[in-house]
């Protein structure tokens, strides 16, 4: 019996002892932080290891049993600078999990010692403002499942040598690629890019290029991301038509392709993506009416068909059956959209949170949304008359856009909700 106990009591010690952080682990992460240059009156993990604590236990910071550090969360620290080649951080030789985004380093490259982390699988180094040239190192680590090195707004970094097939060939096993923004500078890989990515990452279920200044038409080969359940190509220049490859993305529930030269009719196959919650096509040159094919879509929750050339008088009735569409936009075409005597409650369970009809032939209010809780409305830009009434400002409305119509009065009375946070009314016949 005494050596039973004595048994547990030794096993429950080891135990506690593989969930405690290394000493040598502990002594390069204290290297790492009077390495790097950060805010301390900022930061909320940094700033807080110390010598005293179980650094396994410091915020940022996950181990696996053994006490190696596999996962590095330092997103937001206001780090600046202090990652070299020769950085402890690439010391952590088991690291898996490493998130460096919303830092500020100032245009530095990303560091070639990063090659050093060969247990990689997730790399986060997004809208951390590194630059230059995308290092060859990326590439040797080849357990990477999501790598992630793109940026909101500005073109900090480029792919020009190594290429973007030398990068990605040896990623076989990536399913997530955030490169948005990233400019890939070789008028050659700027139109293969399609076929590249297609060749060498077969496995994707994420891909994100807004910015990246490609071009198109799509390859054929594109079509075998049969995985894909999240594309991004927004503001890309294609200059085709839509090519007839999505039916073979059944997996698919965001397709974001905005501002990309796009022209000619959506394809009927859209019908098949039952499983798209957003879809964007604004910006574009498509034609024609508005396909019966995204009628079919059950799974919608956003809509953006914006700035586009569709034509032709269009029954807002037909997305009665869309119940969980939550954002709609129709604005800037060539279209009469008529939004029917419908009250709201002839639109079943409709979701509909915001509605922008823009410039489309309106001459009264949709009153279907009345008892919506709508958080945006946007009816600029058309020939409304009389009152605004009294229904229109709910309480939940925070964006209301009834410029360049022939308003003439407020409907009293009236309670405009302290949510509103944007109001245009100009441009109308109001005596205000």
Known sequence: MLSKLFFISLLSSFIFLTHSCLDHQKTLLLQLKDELSFNSSLSTKLVRWNVRDECCKWPGVAC????????????NESISGGIADSSSLFRLEYLENLNLAYNKFNCTPIPKGIHNLTYLTHLNLSNAEFGGQVPLQLSFLRRLVCLDISYEYLRTLSIELP????????????????????NVTSSHERRKWSHIISSYLPNLTALSLHGCGLSGPLAKSFGQLHSLSFLRLDYNNFG??????FANFPSLTTLSLSSCGLKGSIPSTFA???NLIRLDLSYNSFSGNIPHSLFALPSLLELHLSYNQFSGTFQLDNFRNLANLTRLDL???RLSVDVGNLNSTSYGSLQLKELRLASCNLSHFPNFIKNLGMEEVDLSVNRIEGEIPSWIWGTQLQYLDLSYNLLTDLQKPYHIPTSLRYIALDSNLLLL
Not at 64 to 75: E, F, I, K, M, R
Request: no cysteine.
């Open 240 to 245: 085709t038509e839509l090519p007839d490859l």
């Open 163 to 182: 290429n973007l097939e030398m990068i990605v060939q040896n990623l076989t096993g990536l399913r997530e690629l955030y490169l948005d923004h990233v």
């Open 331 to 333: 604005s800037h075409n």
């Open 272 to 274: 098949n993506l039952t």
């Open 64 to 75: 696996d049993a053994a006490g190696y550090v596999v996962s590095l969360q330092l997103h």
